[in-house]
């Protein structure tokens, strides 16, 4: 993570392109092949980055009272995501405007940005399944640099076999996740603060009243019943 936050410290001072990934390790205090035995170019290094917070919001997700509705679950995340002091500062935000603002114009770097949110929607489909049965997967702890990563291995304790993730399901993380990624970019193109009406929390939720109504597959009762064509 150091070198991630190296990496997007000089991103957000002297810009993309003037960055080095030479530049990176420097400032990480490691060899420049060090820099290269984790990341092919200077833009990956900022993908923990993205990842982790994408990991504080499906974990919320996660961890969201037992007796909130999938809804209610999703919403609950975002409060405590995407306001500012619950899980990250004010200032904090400002970095993520700059980096979301730049994977908006690298395509490079929009390719990092984009594989998190498609990973971090296969993880929130495994929660989503996981709630609506009871037996949603254990928080990962946070992998050694170079090892395999746990986080959305579909794992659940004692080895029990992860719910499955129905298309609907899918469907409904895959929208959970625009909901909220679109909140962030859309702020992040404006110079709102990070608080109040037009702030990501604000607009992920708006977004998220989308799912209100969503015929959640699995929920009790729904087992087996044909779709009305």
Known sequence: MEIARAAAALFVQQGLRA????????????APRTFYRYFATKEEAVSPLYAAGAGR????????????SLPQALEYAVRHTLTPGA?????SWEWVRTLVRLADTSPALRKVWAEVCQASEGVLGEILAGRLTGSEPTAASEPAAGSEPAAGSGSTAGGAVPAPVTPPLRFAAAVAGAAVRVAVESWASTSA???????????????????RDFEWAGAPGDEGQPETP
């Not at 899980?87 to 200032?91: E, I, K, P």
């Not at 603060?193 to 799912?211: C, D, I, S, V």
């Open 87 to 91: 899980g990250v500062s004010a200032a």
């Open 193 to 211: 603060p990070p608080t109040g009406p037009r702030g990501p929390a604000a607009l992920a939720l708006r977004n998220l009243r989308a799912l």
């Open 57 to 68: 919001w499906t974990e919320a997700v996660r961890t969201a009272p037992a007796e909130l």
């Open 19 to 30: 960055t080095r990934a030479e530049d990176i390790a420097q400032a990480a205090g490691i």
